[in-house]
């Protein structure tokens, strides 16, 4: 047993002659004080006084960006709280003034930069634009000082080092920062910063532009490698350590690419014209590749009996891989998220069936839900997998104008994650919903949930701004109110609040739109709390 005694923690067990001895592991989590000034100063310090300071700076801190308010108190808890494990974890790298890190996880994990940047981001959209300047200039400061695991002729331009940071070697995480650069400048419209980033930016793309030209020789010379033109030299995804021509790999290189090029050509930068025809180039190969990937691979059955085409996650393979990594985290979907095709496309609703009726809900690639269980929950439990914030898939419903879907993707990845009593989502739910495994905060997953949550009122597409494009039916009952204040946008900050008084035939909107660049157009979608409308 363990107990304290006199101030002293004591620990007692009965020892036999079959067990006479026992061994103590004792953690220490913390620096250990060792210097009698510092006790001192330790045990000067009073409690309540202390505890006052911290929940005042907190609450002040967490003031100052957007607020989201629902007829739901847990998501608002969550929303509020989510803030406090960004900053956290979004803290300054060692030695450096002027330099953050977005670690993707409070205690094991580093900066795993594709999921870093969705952390970055959603400080963005929050209106901490100075801490995410500061989470960028990591990455800026340290370009090309590590490589990424994958048949490169150099590392020069690329981004993932982050000064011993650095976490994954993911090859994705090139083109994400690339993609972050562009979003923060999208946010802010700051023409100085970029144009102060831009050589680096443009250094970024040169690589990948370097980089597909090696592809572009290799399959001249070989028939068997002519599919790979035009694509990354093969390398590693994610957790998975192989070196192949992944999709998803040069999806989010070239959505980087086209990003960070359409910001610079936006500040009137001549090499923003160039890139974004290069990265046009790049979707044309991408596209060309991955059809012929999927020409080549057999066709899949759905639920229904009818058969679709399959879209491979690696350029090479001609069916199904063998992990939920390849084919669900990082399949074909993030062709529609990135806007790599069309979300109403035929190809996008095989890759949505697809992933419905045999990914998410499968044995090998998601939760295994069979027989009258199926029946039972295929919709409170589809739609989702392991890691379920840290999937794309809420947002290709949102692009296909399907919010009923998005709502469903939302609300069960939010329902097998979140943990009331922490205020906090659990990386897995594993080995089944509603366990917990992984590190926290993980507030990378944690940002895509809160990400979805503002799409539900604020929603830039192209030039326009969407406005209440996926609000659940209930949030406007009669007398229901919610609204998200001081959200920042591509077009400026803005506030939107929606009060129902439906009984009394009418919903009231109050908005203070962003006026710093403003939106070509501003569509209010209505949502009709009664289902028969």
Partial sequence: TLDERGGRVAYRAALTAAQPTRVVDVAIPYITLTDAAEWAKLCAIDFEDASHSVRRYWS???????????????????????????????????????????????????????????????????????????????WLHHQGTVGLPGDFSTKDGQFYGAGGYEDGGYNQHHGFVLWCLGEHYWYTRDAEWLKRVAPKIVKACDWIINERKRTVVAAEKSRIRAIERGLLPAGCLEDIKDWRFWLSTNVYSWWGMQNAAAALADVGLPDGKCILKASAAYREDILRAFTEAMQRSPVVRLRDGSWIPHIPPEVHRRGRTFGWITETLEGAIHMIRTGLIEPDGRMATWIIKDFEDNLYISEQYGYNITGDEFERYWFSRGGISMQANLLCNPIPYLLRDEPRHFLRAYFNAFAVSYWPDTRMMTEHALPNIGDWRGDHYKSSDEANSTYWLRLMFVQERGDELWLGAALPRYWLADGESCGIKDARTYFGPMSVRWESHVDAGRIELSLDPPRRSPPRRICLLYTSPSPRD
Avoid: W
């Fill in 60 to 138: 002040t801190v967490l003031k100052q960006g957007a607020e989201i308010v629902t007829p739901e108190p847990m998501i608002n808890d969550f929303y509020r709280a989510h803030l406090s494990h960004l900053l956290l974890n979004t803290d300054r790298e060692v030695g450096a003034k002027n330099r953050r890190v977005a670690r993707v996880g409070t205690f094991s994990y580093g900066a795993f930069s594709n999921e870093s940047c969705m952390m970055v981001s959603d400080l963005d959209r929050r209106g901490y634009h100075q801490q995410a300047e500061e989470a960028l200039e990591t």
